[in-house]
């Protein structure tokens, strides 16, 4: 059967690192309240890099470790909800600057959160119906672009980062066992980043700003329940045990959340892979980023079952199943 395999990761962060102090001189919180709620010590912060620049590094990082010219990659695609321009996409930037063959499709996914797992959804996929051979994957966001600077309630989450996976179909029992994907556009309200475009003079809509809004209790609360049910959901669908589960990798936004899901599944904390604390919440980029660092650090090894699963605004929510 012909299945999508990871044969590389990449990642990148922007160098600037802004920590908890650095935001107690910028909004009243503290180094206690931020890690005591959230589990953030501190996270990158672009200071020039864009989007597509950042998607860019991460792609070249990931092809690297696959081993493989960017001519074989014949698929890209991005989750992102950050990107440079409304259009062109940052996956046709990312095929231009990399130098990927002209033809390929190359598209992106709003899916907040979520849009790193919607899109290996959509390219796993297209690699098991014969279409594609060789894709990339990336999640990029850089919430420092849309974040209010001056709102305590939002600013001290999130972080800039980006990861990336190339996918290969082969032949084997390795490789995407299974995704889910699943949203619920009734709750909208609860996380979302208004356009800010100008009016036109046929259709006068009040400006706005266009800054990150969160109702965080209430997102919270969502985020426990689904993240649970979503990963039992990817369980059942491959007849797998908890105990079976080598790694989870949950999308990084609070350590509370994560705390609360694997409870609710009844894995152990140390099956967990946790970074929020180096880079908060990077929205797309942080499943992919995460897994990055597990492959380098040596901790996923031939034949582990890694469990992912995301939850963002929308609500999205999401999970993968992947035998290493
Ligand atoms: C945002 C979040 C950390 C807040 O934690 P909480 O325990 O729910 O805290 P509350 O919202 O009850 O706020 C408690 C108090 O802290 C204050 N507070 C909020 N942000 C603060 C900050 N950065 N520093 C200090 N105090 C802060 C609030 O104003 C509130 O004060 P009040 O009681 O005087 O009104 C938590 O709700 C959360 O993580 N939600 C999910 C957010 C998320 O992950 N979103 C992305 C999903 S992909």
């Known amino acids: 059967m012909m299945r999508a395999s990871i044969i590389g990761t990449g990642s990148y962060v922007p160098p600037r690192v802004i920590k908890n102090q650095d935001l107690e001189r910028m909004v009243d919180t503290s180094d206690e309240w931020i890690t005591s709620r959230t589990g953030i010590k501190e996270r990158r912060i672009a200071d020039h890099e864009?989007?597509?620049?950042?998607?860019?590094?991460?792609?070249?990082?990931?092809?690297?470790?696959?081993?493989?010219?960017?001519?074989?990659?014949?698929?890209?695609?991005?989750?992102?909800?950050?990107?440079?321009?409304?259009?062109?996409?940052?996956?046709?930037?990312?095929?231009a600057h990399i130098g990927?063959?002209?033809?390929?499709?190359?598209?992106?996914?709003?899916?907040?959160?979520s849009g790193f797992l919607y899109a290996l959804d959509i390219a796993d996929k297209y690699i098991r119906a014969g279409v594609n051979k060789k894709a990339l994957v990336i999640g990029v966001d850089l919430f420092s672009h849309i974040v209010d600077w001056k709102d305590r309630n939002t600013c001290v989450l999130f972080g800039d980062g980006a990861g990336a996976v190339v996918?290969?179909?082969?032949?084997?029992?390795?490789?995407?066992?299974?995704?889910?994907?699943?949203?619920?556009?009734?709750?909208?309200?609860?996380?979302?980043?208004?356009?800010?475009?100008?009016?036109?003079?046929?259709?006068?809509?009040?400006?706005?700003n266009s800054f990150l809004r969160m109702q965080g209790n209430e997102t919270f609360k969502v985020a426990v329940r689904t993240m649970g049910e979503v990963c039992q959901e990817a369980l059942d669908h491959n007849g797998l045990k908890v105990e079976d589960?080598?790694?989870?990798?949950?999308?990084?936004?609070?350590m509370r959340i994560i705390k609360a899901t694997a409870e609710r599944l009844g894995l152990p904390e140390e099956k967990i892979y946790i970074n929020l604390d180096k880079y908060g919440n990077t929205s797309a980029g942080s499943i992919p980023l995460a897994l990055d660092?597990?492959?380098?650090?040596?901790?996923?090894?031939?034949?582990?079952?890694?469990?992912?699963?995301?939850?963002?605004?929308?609500?999205?929510w999401a999970s993968a199943v992947v035998r290493w």
């Open 293 to 316: 660092e597990a492959v380098k650090k040596g901790v996923i090894k031939k034949g582990d079952i890694i469990l992912f699963v995301a939850f963002g605004g929308g609500f999205t």
């Open 100 to 113: 990927a063959n002209r033809g390929i499709p190359a598209f992106d996914i709003s899916a907040a959160c």
């Open 245 to 254: 589960v080598s790694l989870l990798i949950p999308h990084q936004a609070n």
């Open 167 to 208: 996918l290969s179909g082969e032949k084997g029992k390795s490789g995407i066992l299974s995704t889910h994907i699943h949203a619920d556009g009734h709750y909208w309200k609860m996380l979302y980043t208004p356009l800010c475009i100008a009016s036109s003079p046929f259709h006068n809509k009040p400006l706005e």
């Open 50 to 95: 864009t989007t597509n620049e950042i998607a860019t590094k991460t792609a070249k990082n990931a092809l690297k470790a696959a081993g493989i010219s960017p001519k074989e990659i014949d698929l890209i695609i991005v989750g992102t909800v950050t990107p440079e321009m409304l259009f062109p996409s940052t996956a046709c930037f990312v095929q």
